[in-house]
């Protein structure tokens, strides 16, 4: 008895932990530690299955169980930048929220750095986190620095474990959308990542002048090993002048994988263009003609929040070239309520010959490369990539993906702010 409350206690075991149960006497179990040999692997994908959806991969971590242990085993800083936070008391987000004030209490040095456009749309409860001892909280305004916002959405804990990917801080992005990121347990990257940070840090303080901040200087790829298998991990950020000078641009970093694509091309994203924020560009739009005009198959999945926008007639001029399908995702209303902003495929990643996985912070439009700031890695290594591809199948293949030619009509969707009319809306009334 004694035996199996301590198990219903006990904090879950991470996968990587490989921990295992033995049988004793009267059917109780025992937990055993792993041998002290055993190590977290350097790169774990981590996802966000909306809620009454077969989206995903259920054997993958879960973004929240990633950010918990990062935060809960951070012991002397966490940096934390993402686009802004949000919350509703009681959803998945709020554990994140706690643990963060928890690492305060106990000593580690919090700083918070979010989108200041964004900050005033959602001053709550980053507020809240920035009176708390330990805490700093900063704004960026990236619309000043180069036209866009600040995009990213990445943590590093002790400067050696990071997590990038396309979850905000938002209780909506763990549990209502789906999303993808990686957990990188490399301080070659991680410390990159932190002068990521640092540059945008500094950026924030209008009373001074700053430049990008390049302490690390990582020469990449970087080499690593994982699953038996040797890999690679490139770092790459926009918008370029304010990314430290030995990290790559991510839209060069995108273009360069497409241009060695040999059989196949898979990407998912939250909306695609051409144009997009006062910007034009044609760079990745071309090379995906490019690539299936040497005979490339190109699959493009894209959230439904492109129908009605500028980005539509792109994408017909996409899905009527030869070697190209395109697929609009629609994933189902909660039967809790209407949830604003929610219901949608938010991942952003590519698979390129199911053996190279770009996955980043950046929509497939201009601004998100040119005006914004936006993170993503690029990994070379055989299983990552076909986890990655296991995922866009399951997304491309399943009922809320709807083929999309040049003379398909779907009406836009309400994803707003105000429901549709007669809507319920989750926890409202």
């Keep these: 008895m ?18 295992w149960f033995v049988s004793v006497a009267f059917g109780h179990s025992i937990l055993i530690s792993p041998p002290a040999s055993a190590a977290p692997p350097p790169i774990v994908l981590a996802e966000t299955r909306p809620l009454e959806t077969a989206l995903g991969d259920s054997t993958l971590a879960t973004a929240a169980s990633q950010w918990l ?56 409860p980053a507020d809240s986190m920035g009176r ?22 990445f943590l590093v804990a002790d ?6 990917g396309s979850q905000n801080f938002d209780w909506r992005a763990l549990s209502h ?27 924030a303080d209008t009373t001074q002048k700053a430049a990008p901040i390049d302490r690390a200087a990582t020469a990449w790829p970087v080499a690593f090993t994982q699953d038996g298998a040797t890999g690679q991990l490139w770092l790459s950020a926009s918008p370029r002048a304010q990314t430290p000078a030995s990290i790559p641009w991510d839209l060069d970093i995108l273009v360069e994988r497409i241009a060695e694509a040999k059989r196949e091309i898979v ?7 051409i144009a997009s924020h006062g910007t034009n560009d044609s760079t990745l739009h071309r090379s995906l003609l ?3 005009g040497r005979g490339v198959k190109v699959k493009l999945l894209v959230s439904d929040w492109a129908i009605g926008g500028r980005g539509e007639e792109a994408l017909r001029a996409l899905a009527e070239t030869p070697n190209i399908e395109v697929r609009i995702s629609r994933v189902p209303d909660w039967r809790g309520g209407y949830i604003s902003f929610a219901r949608v495929e938010h991942c952003k990643y590519m698979v390129v010959d199911g053996a ?30 076909l986890e990655a591809r296991k995922i866009f199948e399951r997304s491309w293949s399943g009922p809320t993906a709807t083929p999309f030619g040049p003379d398909t009509k779907l009406p836009p969707r309400e994803h707003g702010e105000k429901a549709p009319a007669g809507a319920k809306v989750y926890r409202e009334g």
Aim: hydrophobic content about 45%.
């Design 2 to 19: 004694l035996a199996d409350r301590a198990l219903r206690r006990a904090r879950p075991i991470p996968g990587w932990a490989r921990a």
């Design 69 to 124: 242990d990062m935060i809960r085993g951070a012991r002397s800083t966490l940096d934390i930048e993402q686009f802004y936070l949000s919350e509703l008391p009681g959803e998945a987000f709020s554990p994140v929220l706690r643990a963060i004030g928890e690492a305060a209490q106990r000593g580690v040095r919090v700083r918070l750095l979010l989108d200041a456009s964004m900050y005033r749309t959602y001053p709550q």
């Design 132 to 153: 708390l001892e330990n805490v700093r909280l900063r704004t960026v305004d990236y619309r000043r620095l180069a036209g866009g916002v600040q995009h990213a959405k």
């Design 159 to 164: 400067g050696s474990d990071a997590f990038v």
């Design 177 to 203: 959308i789906h999303e993808l990121g990686a957990r990188v347990r490399i301080p070659e990257v991680a410390k990159a990542m932190k002068d990521v940070f640092e540059s945008d840090w500094a950026f």
């Design 267 to 273: 990407l998912q994203t939250l909306g695609y263009g």
């Design 290 to 292: 490019a690539a299936a």
């Design 356 to 385: 190279r996985l770009w996955l980043g912070t950046s929509n497939l439009e201009p601004s998100y490369f040119l005006t914004s700031r936006n993170l993503a890695i690029t990994v070379h290594h055989l299983p990552l990539a």
